[in-house]
């Protein structure tokens, strides 16, 4: 930690002390219904430039801040292309029992309650992480949409967390057969009177962590699949050469042709034989009785 940061580390555990004296519990409520705007299922609405492409495109996360519905407030949203599928990207998102496995500073998530409600799906945990050397208890309501590959999340109110308000938002665009795009977004509340640029500080590594273990861990998970199953290796060969090719022409202002699909010129192949062999047979006679 440089010279600059620790004097906001030691100003964050000190407004932390003085903040945390009532701990947190499963059996009372939280001390509000929530202060901060929650966000909405769906895609994003950022418009990336082309400078943010041609970064993402070398693997680079990019970064922007996106106004909110309050007057003046502002919110940063993390972009990050990630080579996996985003079914397996999203599963590893929504896999919230194994996070102290795969994200640095979760010492535990267990689940309390998982239900389905039309198209989304509900999970609520209990989250135990530690954070310059203070550990925090809260608890999580997410709502997850299959179809629009997306995630929101809140604290759940009816239980009392460590924090004052927390809420956040996964999006996951697939780019590829095997390739993604991600997007993620959050603001934190602590209680009592954190300096600013702490809470500038904390959003900003939270924002790097969070694309950092997601991609990481979405390309060892889909790794794994594909030596189970080298049917998928073959596959994503095929992607990225296409891919690469697309890549090369957009920059050229070429066109591509549109892929032949193998299945339909097999069938249609098929289907010329069959007509030849119709047409060189002669007619059948039947015998007379």
Not at 27 to 34: L, N, Q
Not at 193 to 205: A, F, I, N, Q, R
């Amino acid at each position: 930690m440089g010279r600059r940061s620790m004097p906001m580390a030691r100003g964050l555990c000190l407004a932390l002390s003085l903040a945390l004296v009532a701990a947190a519990s499963d059996s009372e409520p939280h001390y509000h219904r929530g202060k901060l705007t929650r966000y909405e299922l769906g895609p994003p609405t950022i418009t990336l430039s082309a400078s943010d492409e041609a970064r993402l495109r070398t693997g680079k996360a990019v970064t922007q801040a996106v106004e909110t519905d309050e007057a003046g407030a502002r919110r940063m949203i993390m972009v990050q292309n990630i080579p996996a599928p985003s079914s397996v990207v999203m599963g590893r998102i929504m896999d919230f029992e194994k996070y102290d496995k795969m994200v640095d500073g979760v010492d535990s998530c267990v689940n309390y309650v998982s239900r389905q409600e039309g198209k989304t799906r509900t999970v609520k945990s209990t989250y135990d992480i530690s954070v310059l050397h203070m550990k925090f208890k809260y608890f999580v309501e997410h709502t997850y949409d299959p179809e629009q590959r997306c995630m929101v999340f809140n604290l759940d109110y009816d239980r009392r967390s460590d924090l004052d308000d927390s809420v956040g938002y996964w999006y996951v665009m697939p780019t590829g057969r095997a390739a993604s795009r991600v997007y993620y977004s959050c603001e934190c509340k602590l209680r009592g009177w954190v300096p600013g640029p702490v809470y500038s500080l904390m959003t900003k590594e939270a924002l790097k962590k969070a694309t950092t273990w997601v991609s990481h861990e979405s390309i060892k998970e889909y790794r794994a699949s594909q030596r189970a199953d080298p049917r998928e290796a073959v596959a994503l060969f095929v992607n990225n050469l296409r891919a690469s090719a697309e890549d090369a022409s957009s920059r050229l202002g070429l066109k591509m042709p549109q892929p032949l699909l193998v299945n339909n010129w097999l069938s249609a192949r098929k289907a010329a034989a069959v007509r030849f062999v119709s047409a060189a047979r002669p007619p059948f006679k039947g015998s007379s009785v």
